[in-house]
Every structure is written in C-alpha cells, then in structure tokens.
C-alpha cells in the first residue's frame, strides 16, 4: 500500500510534463484558428515541413516556416484586430495581406 502512494505522485507527474510539451506541429495548429478566425477545414504537415492551411471560410494558407507564421500572427493582431485574415503572401520585400474585414494592405518586411 506504501509503494501505490509513493508510485502515484511519481506517475502523475509524467503524464504533466508529457502534457505540457506542445510541439511545433501544435503551434502551428493553435495559430491556424486565430488566424482563420473560424473554423479549420483542413490542417496538413507535408514531408518538406510545409504547412497547409483551409478555413471554413475557404481561406487558404501555406506556411514554410514558423517565423512566418509569428509574422501572421502579428499581422492579425496589429492590422486586423484580430479577426483574422482572408489572404496571405509573402514576397522578397513585402508582406501582403487582406483582412477578413475586406482591408487589402503590403508592408515592408
């Protein structure tokens, strides 16, 4: 009876740690619904790390890297306030986004 109270705690603690990790593939999942600001149709991670992205909405994302998708998320918070964005994409120098409000705006990277 000792060693179950003793074991317990011990248990219960990985299950925490092991739930508190969130992986890349979480972040990116996480972010996929403030930034379709409804919900996702489909979500996919390919062989090459590249994210895919498809509102309910019918917008579309793909995402090479996570920074760009911290770049979104900004985007979202500072130009859409946060109600999500309709289109993005990025070039050598420009961000260009349309907010689900209909705002269509190119900034500098």
């Known amino acids: ?3 179950i109270h003793l074991i317990l705690p ?4 990985f299950v ?3 739930c508190a990790q969130n ?3 979480d972040n990116y999942l996480e972010a996929s619904f403030e930034l379709c ?3 996702v149709n489909l979500y996919s991670v390919s062989d090459d790390g590249r994210v895919r992205i498809v509102c309910k909405d019918g917008s579309k994302f793909a995402l090479s890297s996570e920074k760009t ?6 985007i ?3 130009y859409c306030n946060g109600e999500g964005l309709g289109q993005f994409n990025e070039s050598r120098k420009y961000y260009s986004f349309k907010c689900k409000s209909g705002t269509l705006l190119n900034i500098n990277k």
């Open 37 to 39: 600001n409804t919900e």
């Open 23 to 25: 992986t890349q593939q």
């Open 16 to 18: 925490i740690a092991g």
């Open 76 to 78: 979202n918070i500072d």
């Open 10 to 13: 011990l248990l219960a603690s």
């Open 1 to 3: 009876m000792k060693s």
């Open 69 to 74: 998708l911290d770049i979104m998320r900004d």
